[in-house]
């Protein structure tokens, strides 16, 4: 690793790798900067790293923030592809500068919420509906984090408020999991596991996923 630089340097670099991708942001924050699960996590998973390095893809169509389950690639979808290619860029980028890097596994229960690590960067709020709010994207971003030995000089963020309180997620929630204040993340499942969301339907083995706390939402623009 090289010793005493920052990200500083390395975010410039970052930034030319993804220059070609207009679909995307990045942002970094201090591990140790993070609330405690996150800071846990890392901790505990990869005890080295310094920074986590959030990779924001805006989805921008229905079909790339759907789900399929194959033999071969397990479950994947166009938007995490893209947000996973984006990451692979950016980390053969660090390593490249001398910073050991890793990508966090995604999906899976890796036990890391990628989106509490998103709010602590500055990428958005989690509002009312659990999603992670991006000012112009809305609920409609795709995040990926990596975990990387360089240090970054960023101070920790405020939580940006994103979400207007309109209330219209907690009323269009078919499973009333959405309260004025809280998230009942169980009554959430329940209603999808219900719907028979975690059986992949079709030859296509597609995930149908419930979105409407999600397209109701008024904040970013909606995937075509
Ligand atoms: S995903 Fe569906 S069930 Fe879960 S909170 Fe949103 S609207 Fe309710
Ligand atoms: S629908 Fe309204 S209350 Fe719910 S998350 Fe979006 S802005 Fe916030």
Not at 2 to 14: Q, S, W, Y
Not at 147 to 155: D, F, R, S, V
Not at 165 to 193: H, M, W, Y
């Amino acid at each position: 690793m090289a010793g005493g630089n920052t990200l500083v340097l390395a975010e410039t670099v970052l930034d030319k790798v993804l220059q070609p991708y207009n679909c995307r942001s990045f942002w970094t924050v201090g591990i140790r900067d993070l609330a405690v699960p996150e800071r846990d996590f890392f901790h505990h998973s990869m005890p080295r790293a310094k920074t986590a390095v959030v990779v924001g893809h805006h989805v921008t169509t229905r079909e790339e923030w759907k789900w399929y389950v194959s033999a071969s690639r397990g479950a994947h979808c166009a938007a995490d592809d893209h947000a996973r290619n984006v990451s692979l860029h950016l980390e053969e980028a660090l390593l490249r500068q001398g910073f050991p890097t890793e990508i966090v596994p995604y999906p899976g229960e890796s036990g890391l919420q990628l989106r509490f690590v998103a709010q602590s960067a500055g990428a958005g709020e989690i509002a009312k509906n659990a999603f992670l709010l991006h000012p112009q994207w809305g609920p409609w971003i795709h995040l990926r984090v990596l975990a990387t030995q360089a240090l970054t000089k960023n101070k920790p963020r405020r939580v940006i408020s994103v979400c207007n309180n309109c209330g219209a997620c907690v009323s269009a929630c078919p499973a009333g999991a959405i309260e004025d204040d809280t998230f009942n993340g169980l009554k959430c499942r329940q209603f999808r596991k219900a719907r028979g969301e975690y059986h992949p339907v079709g030859p296509k083995r597609e995930l149908r996923y419930c979105e409407i706390c999600a397209d109701i939402c008024p904040i970013g623009s909606k995937p075509d």
